[in-house]
């Protein structure tokens, strides 16, 4: 009788640890589906979107490109270049369009009404096919004559150097002499080689005239890897390129200069060159002429100035970057500005979307080679559902 009493209890105790293991698994095989599933539609609606941005040309197909902009007349969103038949090629206006900064731009929350992504949030950012990290310095005892420079070139994945880089340099300086005009120099282009461990450097001297001092100096490096190129900017001194920034749209150039640049260099400033860059090419296109009405000067607004021109063929040539010099009175001197976009950054040209990225559950990732003005970069677009 004991016996048969114990194998049923024995039996009891071993159900019940079935069925308890059963309870606790069934949750848990759940969690993990609806994970997996929560992730597979986070994916498919991240690759919808990533295809509307970068394949899509938006409506009206040349909404970047109008000037002054109002965001309230774009009805669908796309980057893509309308008058390029090739996958992936972005409109470099457009893309502006997405700086906060802009004169003119599409804010966060209107983008996700457009793509209908009132219940997500995302991130998109542009980057570099290869990380550049690079230094300038103008050298010299008492009289300033040469520009030494420096890069390396790295694999953005894992920071692997890049040997045999091939680094295009251009070098623009300025220069002074007390109590007569300042000057401007363009070098010819070089072409140099990086090492074993990514990395390039040279000293270039410059032909300055004589009694003049190098007082600015900016590289326009034009590296390419493997058949893709991209450009960055070198000076000692990225606090410039800061406060004044460079904006295309159409055949309008709009140069923008933050109150803060006035610490920097105060007093009246006049543009007094424009030129575009293709190929390790500068070509004038404005020479500071009191051609154009002198109320495209300067425009106040709410902590900066902004000086805007149109010039035919702009849109059409296309230039992978601009340089403008203006002239800064007290003191007398002139200062180089390059744009679009933030090209002296090392790695990360462009991003839009919050400033953080919020706490989620499931997020997804996905990048995509693209042209931007001739350049190869990588988009990625990170893409969350938001919290209820």
């Not at 105790?13 to 308890?20: K, M």
């Not at 690079?134 to 030494?148: A, M, N, Q």
């Not at 003049?212 to 001194?237: C, K, Q």
């Not at 990360?348 to 001739?374: C, H, N």
């Amino acid at each position: 009788m004991v016996g048969e009493l114990y194998d049923y209890m024995v039996g009891l105790v071993i159900v019940g640890i079935i069925f308890i293991s059963a309870v606790s698994a069934v949750p848990t095989i759940s969690y993990v589906n609806l994970f997996q599933v929560n992730q597979q539609q986070l994916r498919n609606t991240a690759l919808n979107v990533f295809n509307a941005m970068l394949l899509g040309t938006g409506y009206p197909s040349d909404w970047g490109s109008s000037f002054p902009f109002n965001e309230s007349n774009v009805d669908s969103f796309g980057l893509a270049y309308s008058r390029e038949s090739s996958l992936y090629v972005l409109d470099s206006d457009k893309v502006q369009r997405l700086d906060q900064e802009s004169p003119g731009y599409l804010t966060y929350s209107h983008v996700r009404e457009l793509l209908r992504l009132e219940d997500y949030g995302f991130h998109l950012t542009i980057f570099r096919p290869f990380t550049v990290n690079h230094d300038l310095s103008i050298l010299g005892d008492e009289t300033p004559t040469r520009v030494w420079f420096a890069v390396n070139v790295t694999r953005m994945e894992d920071g692997r150097p890049i040997p045999n880089a091939q680094v295009k340099c251009t070098i623009m300086v300025t220069a002074e002499k007390l109590k007569l005009e300042p000057v401007a120099i363009i070098t010819s282009p070089e072409t140099y080689f990086t090492d074993l461990l990514g990395h390039c450097e040279a000293s270039e001297p410059i032909d300055v005239p004589e009694g003049y001092t190098l007082t600015d100096a900016l590289a326009v490096l034009e590296i390419s890897v493997a058949g893709m190129s991209t450009i960055v900017v070198a000076r000692e001194s990225q606090e410039i390129q800061n406060y004044v920034k460079i904006y295309t749209f159409g055949d309008t150039i709009t140069l923008k200069m933050r109150d803060e640049f006035e610490d920097t260099a105060p007093g009246e400033k006049r543009v007094l060159d424009i030129s575009s860059y293709n190929d390790g090419e500068l070509m004038q296109i404005f020479d500071g002429s009191d051609a154009l009405p002198p109320d495209l000067k300067i425009t106040p607004g709410e902590g900066y100035v902004t000086w805007s021109a149109t010039f035919p063929g702009i849109r059409v040539t296309n230039p992978l970057l601009l340089l403008y010099t203006l002239r800064v009175k007290n003191p007398d001197r002139l200062i180089m500005i390059a744009g679009p976009l933030s090209l002296g950054e090392a790695s990360k040209v462009f991003s839009f979307g919050p400033d953080s990225e919020p706490f989620y559950d499931v997020a997804t990732k996905l990048r995509r080679y693209i042209i931007i003005s001739g350049m190869i970069y990588i988009a990625e677009l990170t893409l969350w559902r938001e919290q209820m």
